[in-house]
């Protein structure tokens, strides 16, 4: 079955062009896919031009005439923007005419629009937002919940786990992903006691592979494949991600900018860089999902390029390739029956 | 007045060897300092040598019989060590013997027997573990609570809003240090619901120059001068810096070190990569405070080196110098006395 996916094409810092070029883009490299930009018509039409490649009969338009700002709240867009190309977008994975959607619009909007139209799984209380974050095993540690909740609880924390299991599974095709539980220390009588309680329900669970605590230093060490945490813990711990590696890539430039001694030593070691940049582009890791819904809802960032907005679009195609919906599902529902062990 | 400062000199990854050389290098560099190396007599007699250099005069060794390990309880080490270095280090400051201690051992020890034995400034209800980060502006910003405590209430946020405000002034002599609340956003109906009571509390209030919420990348921006949040939010925060930044170094190593003309741009790039780690080396910023004692302890990072471990040193000569407890006390009295605004 081919993916089909649909793009919400006016969201992003960059505006529609950047979708409409990461869309043709991965359809020249992807031949079973297909794409559906959901936006203003005009707009996308004058974008795409006369282009006449094969790929573009792969690419249809779907109008919607509002869109969501990227300050907007929540609720007002889920009340006054029904029209809205992230909303349509939505609309049309509910419908069962796409199999997934991609927005890199503002994130609360996209979550509460998200939750409203698709409903979440049986048996999840709260989605959540995961990534993927380099290591220095030359792999990624997937990280959830990202945002979408604070004030988790310990039975959050391990619908967390049951969600993170299966989209490493799915993503990197591990048979048993090591989870993770973040915490401050590595001890057991450390931390706050929502995870303390989380690590009991958890430990000896047939369906998880729970290793222990790990800290915030492990997600970049790579100490187990899926790190676990409340949504605030997991925000800051994201963030501070992007302020550290901008910090550095700062100083960095600034101290190969200094004289023309330095501007010739940048010159020298611009291959090495190139490949230092490759290793841990942050582009690569673009694409975040909203688990824990009937349908897969992929987040880009805001301020996605074309070749990162192509890394949420694989996000998406590799989830439907895997129904990482239904997999959870699956795992929850023998969770539920009893064979697991969480009430 | 010289500031005495008690070292406990069998603390840190590396023992004795490390601290004695750091007490020598700093006594070298600072004419008014005196310091106290406490810990096994013999074993830092024998560090010593036969040294009969001018600032052996300032230098004293206090002996200690036990020693805390790295990986004991604080409860244990409470109970049982009561001649420890670190212990002793800490009874010196409560004795009025040393105006300040300095500890590489473990942080739970280190804060439960600096609370038990100093006990807490009056109107402060949990001391807190505060560290200055790098950012891009040049400066640092300071950041607490790191870890002390988990489950912090509003009240607590709010004084470690006036603890982060003293040390500010006195650390990087500013005025009015701008502090921010650490949230997954900055809108103000963003975050649970402590910070939100938090940020009510600092808005408006005399005392602290309050100037909104602030996200995990701002603590490298540099927006604001201290950044406040409960401590197991802060712990992961400070150790994923860590390890986005070990492994950034670990992937710069290693495109470096991959064939003979990497190398070659390698040694080209020495002395810009020298200026670079200068920048945000992390021994510049090491020496925690632990603030809101009767007493100032620092807590410098178990694995320092010589050179990070004076930069310890440097951070209690000037709350020595600037009289942080006091400080502190001062403003929290003002608050309480009604001419601020907290109850």
Redesign the interface.
């Known amino acids: 079955m081919t993916p089909r996916i649909a793009l919400d094409a006016m969201s992003g810092d960059h505006g529609p062009s950047v979708i409409v070029h990461a869309a043709i883009k991965i359809l020249s490299e992807v031949d079973d896919l297909q794409l559906i930009l959901v936006g203003d018509e005009a707009v996308l039409k004058s974008l795409l031009g006369h282009r006449s490649t094969k790929v573009m009969q792969r690419l249809s338009i779907h109008h919607a005439g509002q869109q969501v700002e990227m300050?907007e709240?929540p609720s007002r867009a889920l009340r006054n923007k029904k029209d809205s190309s992230m909303r349509v977008a939505i609309n049309l994975v509910k419908q069962g005419l796409a199999d997934a959607c991609v927005s890199a619009g503002n994130t609360g909007a996209l979550m509460a629009t998200a939750r409203y139209v698709l409903k979440t799984l049986p048996g999840i209380a709260r989605p959540a937002i995961i990534s993927a974050l380099?290591?220095?095993q030359g792999t990624c540690t997937h990280v959830l919940d990202l945002?979408a909740n604070?004030?988790t609880t310990p039975v959050h924390l391990f619908q967390f786990a049951v969600m993170g299991t299966v989209l490493a599974q799915a993503v990197d095709n591990l048979p048993k992903p090591r989870i993770g539980l973040?915490n401050?220390g590595q001890?057991e009588?450390k931390?706050?006691?929502d995870v303390k309680e989380a690590a009991k329900l958890l430990s000896h669970n047939p369906s998880i592979h729970y290793t222990g605590f790990v800290?915030?230093?492990?997600?970049?060490?790579g100490t187990v494949d899926v790190v676990v945490?409340d949504?605030?813990?997991g925000?800051?711990?994201?963030?501070?991600?992007?302020?550290?590696?901008?910090?550095?890539s700062?100083?960095?430039k600034q101290?190969?900018n200094?004289n023309l001694w330095?501007r010739?030593?940048?010159l020298?070691?611009l291959?090495?860089?190139k490949?230092?940049r490759q290793?841990?582009d942050p582009r690569r890791y673009n694409g975040a999902s909203l688990l824990g819904l009937r349908g897969i809802v992929i987040k880009s960032h805001g301020s996605a390029d074309v070749l990162s907005f192509t890394y949420a679009i694989k996000e998406a195609i590799i989830e439907v390739q895997k129904n990482v919906p239904e997999q959870i599902s699956h795992i929850l529902a023998t969770l539920l029956n009893g064979k697991g062990r969480v009430k």
């Open positions: 300050n709240s380099p290591n220095m945002g604070v004030d973040l401050i001890e009588i931390g706050n006691e800290e915030g230093d492990d997600i970049f060490k945490c949504g605030f813990v925000n800051v711990s994201l963030k501070t991600t992007e302020g550290v590696a901008k910090m550095i700062h100083y960095v101290s190969f200094q330095t010739f030593a940048a020298i070691s291959p090495i860089i490949n230092l290793k841990i």
